[in-house]
Nanobody
């Protein structure tokens, strides 16, 4: 069964850090483009970061550049999102997604074949 499972969300104070994990089962992540999106109620899903398997490039939304880092651990079949200097506006449900083409984009959610169930991140004092 093909599945993506996110974990690592939680409640953190402003300025704190979290590391989200996206673990795959039923397929191998290393040939897929992987992205992190986030969504708050009443708003569209927003692309946060992605990593391409075709050329190894990574991309970040301007709002998280310099604070978030996406990385892969192929041995663990997992992609991580390290989030530092968290702000209240980072509060959202975070989803990971996989694209069979190996490319990635944070502009749109359409190319992604597989999605996780999401993990809640709340930044509040």
């Amino acid at each position: 069964q093909v599945q993506l499972v996110e974990s690592g969300g939680g409640l953190v104070q402003p300025g704190g850090s979290l590391r989200l994990s996206c673990a795959a089962s039923g397929f191998t992540l290393d040939s897929y483009g992987i992205a992190w999106f986030r969504q708050v109620p009443g708003k569209e899903r927003e692309g946060v970061s992605c990593t391409s398997s075709t050329d190894g490039r990574t991309y970040y939304a301007d709002s998280v550049k310099g604070r978030f880092t996406i990385s892969r651990d192929n041995a663990k079949n997992t992609v991580f999102l390290q989030m530092n200097s968290l702000k209240p506006e980072d509060t959202a449900v975070y989803y990971c997604a996989a694209d069979l083409s190996g490319y990635c984009t944070i502009v749109a959610a359409l190319p992604y074949e597989y999605w996780g169930q999401g993990t809640q991140v709340t930044v509040s004092s």
